[in-house]
């Protein structure tokens, strides 16, 4: 992978750093004063106007704050809820204020945004959810605005929620209903309803749509022979996760030490599909020069997968050597500092074209995870801003370069080799279809194994009994949904049957 490849989807350095900029020379949001709501509109237009992303610039102002934790909950909700529901509200504020709202000016569209969520779905009164909308625009300067947004913001209340829901279903064509009522671009809906169908889950779709929408649970990882899971308080065991804890409450970062990371739990299902992954059988595995395995995670950033495999690799076979690849650099130096708070800081990470690094070491490793550069639609629910940004078109750039890499894969490997393909979506063109050509291109060099097998046999609760435990333990509500699909060639995950990000992964071995 080049660098520019990486860029283009999964680096948020150009912008980040474009935005750290920007926020320098304004003023930061200090002690002094402190305004929640305040705090939220400054983010939100960082998010708007620069392409920063909320995960990375809001703890910064929330630490720069001195808020307390209820404020600070309230903020980050204003900030997550506004995001994930703006395709809904900029539907609503168009219809309250007589004109399309990408017309509106910026400040103006993003301060009624705020409004619309403290109506719709924090229970704040409407009159409040008004009075302080207005006293926003004011505090901001916007007070010019205040007429316009006083209007907007008393017809947008005069109905609850769900009343606008049914005129919205009574005027929209179907699928543009499913766009405004769970805010996502229409594509999205489009291509996530395929997916659903191809892995024998028609009829799901609107479930998929609110997962996508609801805050997801902290989960957070042990890694094997470093820490222990049952030591990590206030969790409880993950339902899917051999390694994994759920977060009940309280902060993370309290509980990261070394050993114990936040980790989402269909990421620690990846990398524990390629190490719990049986060899041929054939001492292929096993290096001749020196008697041990080869592992190598070639799309390594920002290193929480690189870090559980360094764990399971050491669990497996002491003589095993772990191998990192990341090419854009400020990745990969996370990728370093990941390996080093978990005690494998002799890990070597480099910095190469993922096909000028699988040329490299070209027969020398015998399990290959590639975790590819994708649309991301598989963690809306994360980083809801990425919904507003991806286009169809990104599409044909990210598949050729996901092609790419595995066919460089297929190249490079020995006999007995074994390949994890895995991305954070779950759109077909970068899941089965993905693999699908693969095989075709490949034609006898290959065989599929059976990623759910495969989980299920390293005490991952995907067994078909474990559904309702799953259900009882997350909180998700009795469903006779499988835990594992009909998406051969590979597993797919899904936020609203696993509580997990939208994780493909497909096992591979070269015969």
Aim: glycine share 8%.
């Amino acid at each position: 992978m080049s660098q520019n490849d990486r860029r283009s989807d999964r680096s948020p350095s150009r912008r980040r750093h474009d935005s750290e900029r920007h926020e320098r020379r304004t003023e930061r949001p200090q002690s002094r004063r402190a305004d929640p709501r305040r705090l939220a509109l400054g983010v939100l237009e960082e998010v708007d106007a620069n392409d920063a992303y909320a995960n990375l610039l809001l703890p910064a102002r929330l630490a720069d704050s001195g808020l307390e934790p209820r404020d600070r909950g309230f903020v980050t909700e204003l900030v997550y809820g506004t995001l994930r529901w703006r395709g809904l509200y900029d539907e609503l504020i168009s219809r309250a204020a007589r004109r399309d709202a990408s017309g509106l000016d910026r400040r103006v569209r993003d301060i009624l945004r705020l409004g619309a969520h403290q109506a719709l779905h924090m229970r704040v009164p409407g009159h409040a959810a008004v009075n302080e909308t207005v006293s926003l625009a004011k505090r901001v300067r916007e007070a010019k605005a205040a007429g316009l947004i006083n209007a907007v913001m008393r017809r947008l209340t005069e109905r609850s929620l769900d009343e606008w829901v049914i005129v919205l279903q009574a005027d929209l064509p179907a699928d543009r209903y499913l766009s405004v009522r769970w805010s996502h671009p229409e594509w999205i809906v489009r291509a996530l309803r395929k997916s659903l169908a191809a892995d024998g889950r028609d009829g799901d779709l609107e479930a998929l749509l609110a997962a996508d929408n609801a805050a997801p649970a902290v989960n957070l990882v042990a890694l094997p022979g470093v820490a222990d899971r049952g030591d990590i308080p206030g969790t409880t065991p993950s339902p899917l996760s051999p390694f994994g804890a759920v977060l009940e409450h309280g902060d993370p970062i309290e509980l990261c030490r070394p050993g114990v990371r936040v980790q989402d739990v269909g990421s620690q299902l990846a990398a524990v599909a390629i190490a719990a992954a049986p060899d041929s059988g054939d001492g292929a595995g096993a290096s001749a020069h020196d008697h041990g395995e080869r592992w190598l995670d070639l799309c390594a950033g920002p290193g929480g997968k690189t870090a559980l495999l360094a764990a399971l690799a050491a669990q497996r076979d002491p003589r095993a050597a772990l191998r990192a690849n990341e090419p854009v650099p400020h990745r990969a130096d996370l990728v370093r500092r990941a390996l080093e708070e978990s005690g494998f800081g002799a890990v070597t990470v480099d910095q190469h074209d993922g096909a000028t690094e699988l040329e490299r070491v070209s027969g020398q490793w015998q399990r290959l995870l590639i975790d590819a550069p994708c649309t991301g639609l598989g963690a809306l629910r994360r980083r809801p801003e990425s919904r507003w940004r991806k286009q169809p078109t990104d599409l044909r750039d990210l598949t050729a370069l996901q092609q790419r890499l595995l066919d460089s894969a297929v190249a490079s490997a020995r006999s007995g080799a074994l390949i994890a393909y895995v991305t954070c979506s779950p759109h077909l063109a970068e899941t089965r279809r993905q693999i699908d050509g693969l095989l075709s291109r490949q034609a006898g060099a290959l065989d599929v194994l059976d990623t759910a097998g495969i989980l299920i046999d390293a005490g991952a609760g995907l067994a078909p009994g474990a559904a309702t435990r799953l259900d009882d333990a997350l909180g998700l509500g009795a469903s006779d949904r499988p835990l594992v699909g009909s998406g051969a060639p590979g597993l797919q995950l899904w936020p609203h049957v696993h509580a997990s990000d939208g994780m493909f992964v497909s096992v591979l071995r070269r015969r």
